[in-house]
């Protein structure tokens, strides 16, 4: 268990809905990492927070959105969904946020769009 | 930006014997470069990493080597175990605060047989 919480674990819907997916760092953390895991991809990063403020931004889609809050959770918001939206949803946190920091990973939230 | 390739995309070894995975780079001020393990349906977990001012690193059957003339960095797993199958994702970043660069490959597949 790396400490890193994600909610739901599962979650089904219809195109063009909206989603949010839940993450908490592990205790301490400052920083927050959101990776999409498409069938048989690597991992894309979307986007990074720090301490409320976004650090980074990767391949995230203009219908995605994210947020961290004073508590540190973080939130993605995903809307306008598309079938191609299908993946593994990865929540990771790691203690400054910095690229050389060891980033420990949620379990993950299966978003299925049918 | 930075590329990522990996190779192989699928590797099949007998147990007991090594496994080769290998990285390349594009981002010559890339500095830090680390390996995670992505067990089916679990979440990805680092294994090693390796930074720039380094040649090579090993911790017990794992090991990564790094030449940066060459812009190339591998993993090594010998004495392989059933245990060891699972996907491996390369990554490679440059120094600090650049995070929207941080490229994972497209991961490996290993299989041991026993």
């Known amino acids: 268990d790396s400490g890193v919480t994600q909610t739901p674990k599962h979650l089904i819907t219809a195109t063009g809905q909206r989603v949010t997916l839940r993450c908490s760092p592990r205790?301490?953390?400052?920083?927050v990492y959101w990776y999409q895991q498409s069938l048989d991809q690597g991992l894309q990063f979307l986007i990074q927070?720090?301490?409320?403020?976004?650090?980074a931004k990767g391949n995230i889609l203009e219908r995605f959105s994210a947020q961290q809050f004073p508590d540190l959770h973080s939130e993605l918001n995903l809307s306008s969904l598309e079938l191609g939206d299908s993946a593994l949803y990865f929540c990771?946190?790691?203690?400054?946020?910095?690229?050389?920091?060891?980033?420990?990973f949620g379990p993950g939230t299966r978003l299925t769009v049918l | 930006g930075e590329n990522v390739e990996q190779h192989p995309s699928t590797l099949s070894v007998q147990e007991g014997d090594s496994a080769v995975i290998k990285c390349t780079y594009s981002?010559?001020?890339?500095?830090?470069f680390p390996w995670y393990k992505q067990e089916l349906g679990k979440r990805p977990q680092l294994i090693i990493d390796?930074?720039?001012?380094?040649g090579e690193k090993k911790d017990q059957r794992i090991a990564v080597t790094l030449n940066k003339t060459a812009k190339h960095f591998s993993l090594h797993i010998t004495e392989t175990q059933p245990e060891d199958s699972a996907v491996y994702f390369c990554?490679?970043?440059?120094?600090?605060?650049?995070?929207?660069?941080?490229?994972f490959g497209s991961g490996t597949k290993l299989n041991v047989k026993p």
């Open positions: 390796i930074r720039s001012n380094v």
């Open positions: 981002d010559s001020a890339s500095n830090y």
């Open positions: 927070y720090y301490n409320g403020e976004e650090r």
């Open positions: 990771a946190s790691s203690v400054e946020g910095n690229p050389t920091d060891t980033q420990y």
């Open positions: 205790s301490g953390d400052l920083s």
């Open positions: 990554a490679a970043t440059p120094p600090p605060y650049n995070f929207n660069k941080f490229y």
